[in-house]
Nanobody
Framework: QVQLVESGGGLVQAGGSLRLSCTAS????????MGWFRQAPGKNREGVAA????????YYGDSVKGRFTISRDNAKSTVYLQMNNLHPEDTAVYYC????????????????????WGQGTQVTVSS
């Protein structure tokens, strides 16, 4: 069983930045693709960003392209989400996810791709 622990959420003003971190309790972290999802109250869960096993491939939702950057440090079993120029509509609970099964025909930002989920961290952007 993989445990994912997110940190770094909080309250920030519009235009500000936050960096989320997610540490996985697994020794084979480099064999997992990782992703970030978010869910705002009353809205569907949304795929934000994903990164492949090596970190060489990254994928972003249209609403965050150019503002968010996903990266990973396999030596630390940690994935990051750098969020810049935050907007009030970025307010949501952000979830870290891990993909072990490597489903090649499932889109990178589909929740169906991911086997493990963290508890989430709240991000609130004030206007």
């Amino acid at each position: 069983q993989v445990q994912l622990v997110e940190s770094g959420g909080g309250l920030v003003q519009a235009g500000g930045s936050l960096r989320l971190s997610c540490t996985a309790s697994v020794s084979t972290f480099s064999s997992y693709a990782m992703g970030w999802f978010r869910q705002a109250p009353g809205k569907n869960r949304e795929g934000v960003a994903a990164v492949n096993w090596s970190g060489g491939g990254t994928y972003y939702g249209d609403s965050v392209k150019g503002r968010f950057t996903i990266s990973r440090d396999n030596a630390k079993s940690t994935v990051y989400l750098q969020m810049n120029n935050l907007h009030p509509e970025d307010t949501a609970v952000y979830y870290c996810t891990a993909d072990k099964q490597h489903r090649p025909f499932t889109p990178w930002l589909s929740a169906l791709r991911y086997d493990y989920w963290g508890q989430g961290t709240q991000v609130t952007v004030s206007s």
